[in-house]
């Protein structure tokens, strides 16, 4: 029996315990309030747990589900399947070499992983986490993004400047779209309409109109542009630029950069938060994930992880922020600070605080 059928109820269940929990957490936080917890007890988003994963770890996605994250382990040509509540791999993958990128379809069906070193996407069937479809595409895939109706996936293929169109009931690709030099990130907007592609060589960003699957605009931004993330209502992009240390804002409406801001040393994997309040930034460099306000572009947080982290995902609840760590082949998962009015708390490490406001590497 493979693991996802072994708990398939697993979703029911955790609505259950999410209601519970979120009950808890009310609670907890009515008790800090009477307690009289204030700002000095600085409750902060904390690790709560270490995963060791296959060799060299890059892209990461989670299921629609919040049950498992699928993590992309470069240097062994597997993807590990990570239990999110046990925190502990219960299923390894072999894949194409140097996999990088992987994502996940809308129904959780399906994981589609970049083999950089094999010039394909793997389709991986979830159900049985077997490799059921192999999608040759462009020279050295790297990240993947999927629509949000399932129907297409967004490759972006580095040493061929292209980004690859995939149809997945078919499997196939459909459209071979030219884009700037060495492009290694692509994210869609919310409604589908565009993809957005980080273009490390040209130091820009296409976008490109997914019914013509044509570049209609080009949009400059700092050196060696990385990751891309949409906020959920997407009104803007957010770019990460390790040749500058910067994150650069693109507002959708008029594709031009509104706010520049730094978070780091090397800032390479970049996620929103599902209520769109928060960004979190892996700093390749400084063993560090930057977590953003994005009401005020500002870093108002710096979490400790492992060596050399890469990619980022947030679970659908918004609770959890799993990282990749390549410098030391682990995944770091962090337990995100939750709020309730001015009060907070942090169900990793049990703290409240009333401070609530509101691979280019080688």
Known sequence: MNHHSRFRRYPTFRAGVRRLVLGLMATALMVLGMAGVGAGAAAADTVIATVPVGLDPEGVAITPDGAFAYVANGGSGTVDVVDTATNMVVATVPVGALPIGVAITPDGAFAYVANSGSGT???????????????PVGGGPEWVAITPDGAFAYVANAVANTVDVIDTATNMVVATVPVGVTPEGVAITPDGAFAYVTNSGSGTVDVIDTATNMVIATVPVGAVPFGVAITPDGAFAYVTNPGSGMVDVIDTATNMVVTTFA????????AITPDGLRAYVANNGDATVAVIDTATNTVIETVPVGVDPRGVAITPDGTRVYVTNNGNDTVSVI??????????????SLTGSGSGA???FS
Do not use: H, K, R, W
């Open 121 to 135: 996407v793997d389709v991986v069937d979830t159900a049985t986490n077997m490799v059921i479809a192999t999608v």
């Open 263 to 270: 978070v780091g040393n090397l800032p390479a994997g970049v």
């Open 335 to 348: 337990a995100v600070e939750q709020c309730l009015g001015s009060l907070c708390i942090d169900f990793g």
């Open 358 to 360: 509101g691979s280019a």
